[in-house]
């Protein structure tokens, strides 16, 4: 049961961006933003933007319910929200609403319901963190590159806070790029970003308006590839019998990096020796297994084996061709580890398995994940739960080779917008599964086999007439 109390804890720190129970009417303004100040960090292939702002409740009665806003553009990239009160060393519930949009000028924004554990009264502030990363905004600039040239990303973003509540001062921070610049945008040409060192800053900015609209683009040198997964199918294979938990993985990849101006030519990039630069291009993927791992494959979608190789816990693999930007890869890698790793059992026929929710490498963004768990057949699933949103689960029966009575039980887990960090992550499946079932198996396998060679038998006596 300990360990249920650690899965509790564990959820709270990251909250679902699933339902939310907000009508589409405008939230009362009985806020105000005392300070806000927001930090976009551009290091990584996709934004992370950590927020620290002071809020203050300025209605007349006391205030737990605070509505932060993302455009919906934003929003709808956006991957492991969080809000957290740093004064109380707690994570709080923060719940998107799916429903309401609001059209506020031009642009739709999304209300984001933040919940405190206790009331505020008024007049009192509360210092209030809010981390999340997205994928929206960012492109190549320009958009085709010669091989060889360094590559520049551009992020347009909104300038100011956007926020429901009015802000009495506002800061802006870049971080995390070279060579941070700001460009003149079409609707605002003037340029007042402050560099400082490395950091491109904006402000203070005194007394804004709720829902400000003003856009602000920079740019910065970025030697690296935009890995985006479109789709990952990943499958996981649990089975007593043999002891064993088996990943499979299917990868559907694309760069979101610069595209080669004229084409590519193996012997320019041979010869220029680019595997060994930095460079928009992928070169190989290192992938983060489990420890332990063992009977690794690596295939692409050719069918044929694909090189790759095993350094600790670290699998690298290598693609047939560069992967510059605009371009796809498809592949498929597996392997098997103990099961004992990844079970809990409270002895009595009840199980916890805890998956890591992904393997892949780092600094990607996944669109859309698919996660399968095949449980021994006769499991009964008792409870799922993850430290992460998700979208939709659903469970359903599949039949495997050897199964011949009944499938294998199996529940399907999709997520949409992942980052690589939800490595740390993990979905626990609670299920059951008797003794009895675990012995009916290798019976079923044993009267499989006993019939195959019945077969074998039965053809070599045909044969002996046939052909004596
Ligand atoms: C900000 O940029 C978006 C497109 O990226 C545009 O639709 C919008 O009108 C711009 N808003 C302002 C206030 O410039
Ligand atoms: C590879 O993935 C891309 C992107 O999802 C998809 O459009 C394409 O059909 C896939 N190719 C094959 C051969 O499966
Ligand atoms: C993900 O799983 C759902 C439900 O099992 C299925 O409908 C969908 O096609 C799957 N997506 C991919 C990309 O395989
Ligand atoms: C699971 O999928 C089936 C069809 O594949 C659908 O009828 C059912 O409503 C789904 N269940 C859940 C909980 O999404």
């Not at 935009?226 to 990868?251: G, K, P």
């Not at 012997?267 to 290192?286: D, H, T, V």
Request: hydrophobic share 40%.
């Amino acid at each position: 049961m300990i360990f249920f109390q650690l899965i509790a804890t564990v959820i709270l720190l990251l909250s679902p961006l699933s339902c939310g129970l907000l009508s589409s009417a405008t939230p009362k303004a009985n806020w105000e933003n005392v300070e806000f100040k927001r930090i976009v960090n551009v290091l990584k292939s996709y934004p992370h933007e950590s927020l620290e702002l002071v809020i203050k409740n300025i209605g007349s009665t006391p205030e737990s319910h605070y509505y932060f806003t993302l455009p919906e553009k934003v929003f709808k990239k956006a991957s492991i929200f969080s809000a957290s009160l740093p004064d109380h060393n707690i994570y709080v519930d923060s719940s998107p609403d799916a429903e309401s949009t609001v059209r506020e000028d031009s642009e739709d924004i999304r209300y984001i319901l933040v919940q405190f554990p206790f009331e505020v009264a008024p007049d009192q502030e509360i210092r209030l963190n809010i981390n999340f990363m997205h994928n929206a905004g960012l492109k190549p600039y320009p958009e085709h590159i010669q091989l060889g040239t360094p590559q520049n990303l551009l992020l347009n973003t909104n300038k100011l806070p956007h926020s429901l509540y009015r802000t009495l001062k506002y800061n802006l921070e870049f971080v995390g790029g070279q060579g941070l610049s700001e460009v003149p945008t079409f609707q605002d040409s003037s340029s007042d970003g402050q560099l400082d060192g490395e950091v491109l800053k904006f402000g203070p900015i005194l007394n804004i308006e709720p829902f400000t609209q003003s856009n602000v683009s920079v740019t910065y040198v970025r030697e690296a590839p935009s890995v985006r997964v479109i789709n990952l199918n990943r499958n996981i294979w649990i089975s007593h019998w043999a002891n064993t938990i088996q990943f499979d993985e299917y990868y559907e990849v694309t760069n979101d990096a610069a595209k080669l101006k004229d084409g590519f030519s193996r012997a320019e990039f041979m010869k220029g020796q680019y595997a060994l630069k930095p460079g928009s291009y992928l070169i190989g993927f290192e992938m983060m297994l489990p420890e332990e791992s063992t009977d690794h494959y690596y295939t692409d979608l050719v069918g044929m084996v694909s090189t790759y190789k095993i350094i600790s816990n670290h699998m690298f693999l290598k693609p047939r061709y560069p992967l510059f930007g605009g371009w796809f890869y498809n592949f498929t890698i597996g392997w098997t580890n103990e099961l004992s790793q990844f079970l809990h059992t409270d002895g009595a026929e009840q199980y916890i398995a805890s998956i890591p929710i992904l393997n892949g490498p780092l600094d990607t963004f996944y669109d859309h994940a698919n996660i399968s768990i095949y449980l021994p057949e006769g499991a009964e699933i008792l409870d799922l739960k993850s430290t992460l949103p998700i979208s939709n689960v659903n469970g359903s029966t599949e039949h495997s080779f050897f199964d011949l009575s009944s499938g294998h039980v199996k529940v399907t887990v999709e997520i949409n917008n992942l980052v690589d960090n939800a490595q740390k992550a993990q979905l626990f499946i609670k299920y059951k599964y008797s003794k009895y079932m675990m012995y009916r198996k290798p019976i079923n396998i044993a009267a499989y086999i006993f019939v195959a060679l019945m077969s074998f038998f039965f053809l070599k006596q045909i044969n002996f007439r046939i052909d004596p």
